[in-house]
């Protein structure tokens, strides 16, 4: 790194999230439609990465960051039920689609393959009932990078790092509040193996928003229940009442500070017309909810309107030199690093901005604001402290790819 004017590290005058009188947190949940769109483009991501790694040596180009979901139409009923049109999945972006060899020849990259088998198997691997062939159109329009872009790359083997494709900011902050952790684990427990084990009608399409007003937290869940394992309106009843129990008992489990207010489960049932939330597969996608690529979760899995957020889109961009994933994942790291290695930290809050064509590990400034628990410690030696995690965290970017290659990050 060429200096360290670029860090900005002080003490900030906000207010802690939990002295605030109202958070607002949201999930949107593994079956969501924005959601499936994030984890398609990025399993694509990740299959580009490795077939450019295993054939060529090093990852090329790409960036795959755009799709969108056309809902579906389907008739689900007690007990079953079917799907009347499929859902449509429409990636854009650009990659590299030929590679010159040293003899001379040009070798194509079997760019529609990976698409396709990229998408197929992201739902195979995280829906029951959602059938990739049968349910799912897969369009995609996937062209060549444009040259300046590409010409980054290139220019790495010469800089030794790469360098950013992008001017771009990446957010994180350290930690999660307790409004934000309960609303992460609501969606992760109503979509793990053992509830799908015990309550197989549990769909993947689980959405929590938390409203914390004072101490009190209210949850409204949107759960999306698959129709072939509820028979009748009783049954779906009985569903809703034994997950507001089980969703009960963990939240009280995780929180110390606040407690539940009030929990709503599939708000806009109406019970008296027999009008309740039942799908076919598992998901609101089936049948008319639209999805897109970036409208869902930020790289720590949650929205959060009260925390600084940034509204680029981390899933389907390439983790070699697409800072628009790369800061989001290092500022996230660099703030948990900070929370839970430096003590007197209450809260703090990290941004990165890049500027393209410059090496990843050279920001123009990283911002890190802390809040501190004893006001009369020793700044100094935490600024000193904070920025050697800082250079830490960025000294290693160059390796991340390898991480996102692996499955070791999870974007949304």
């Not at 399409?205 to 007003?213: E, G, I, L, N, P």
Request: hydrophobic share 35%; glycine share 8%.
């Amino acid at each position: 790194m060429e200096n360290e004017s670029i860090f900005r590290i002080y003490p900030t005058s906000r207010k802690s999230i939990n002295e605030l009188p109202v958070e607002i947190v949201e999930r949107k949940g593994l079956g969501h439609p924005d959601s499936i769109c994030d984890g398609a483009v990025d399993n694509i991501a990740k299959y580009l990465t490795k077939y450019y790694y295993n054939q060529f040596g090093q990852p090329l180009h790409f960036n795959v960051d755009k799709a969108v979901l056309v809902g579906g139409r389907s008739a689900p009923q007690f007990g079953g039920g079917e799907v009347l049109e499929p859902i449509i999945i429409h990636v854009v972006g650009r990659a590299t689609v030929e590679v010159k060899t040293r003899e001379g020849s040009e070798e194509p990259v079997p760019i529609g393959s990976l698409v396709l088998r990229g998408i197929r198997d992201y739902i195979n691997s995280n829906f029951r009932y959602l059938n990739p062939y049968e349910h799912v159109v897969i369009e995609y329009d996937i062209r060549p990078g444009s040259v300046d872009l590409v010409n980054l790359y290139d220019r790495t083997k010469e800089e030794g790092v790469p360098l950013s494709n992008d001017t771009s900011l990446g957010v994180g902050y350290a930690p999660l509040s307790e409004t934000e952790r309960v609303c992460l684990k609501i969606e992760n427990y109503l979509n793990s193996k053992s509830i799908k084990e015990r309550y197989p009608a549990v769909g993947e399409d689980v959405k929590v928003m938390c409203v914390r007003k004072g101490k009190k937290i209210d949850v409204t869940l949107a759960m999306a229940t698959v129709s072939k394992h509820v028979r009748d309106l009783d049954e779906y009843l009985s569903l809703k009442e034994e997950i507001y129990n089980a969703v009960m008992e963990l939240a009280s489990s995780e929180l110390e500070e606040n407690e539940i207010g009030r929990l709503r489960i599939n708000a806009a049932d109406k019970i008296n017309d027999g009008s309740v939330y039942i799908t076919v597969t598992g998901t609101s996608a089936e049948a008319g909810d639209d999805g897109q690529v970036g409208r869902g979760n930020r790289a720590n899995g949650l929205i959060t309107p009260m925390r600084p957020m940034t509204i680029e889109a981390a899933a389907g961009k390439n983790a070699y030199n697409h800072v628009g994933k790369i800061y989001q994942i290092a500022a996230n790291r660099i703030a948990e690093k900070i929370y839970s290695e430096i003590g007197d930290i209450k809260e703090v809050y990290v941004m990165l901005v890049s500027t393209i064509g410059k090496p990843i590990t050279e920001p123009q400034i990283v911002n890190v604001e802390y809040l501190l628990e004893n006001q009369n410690i020793s700044k100094s030696n935490i600024d000193s402290d904070i920025a050697g995690i800082i250079r830490e965290i960025l000294n290693y970017l160059p390796k991340l790819w390898k991480d996102f290659m692996e499955g070791k990050i999870v974007v949304f």
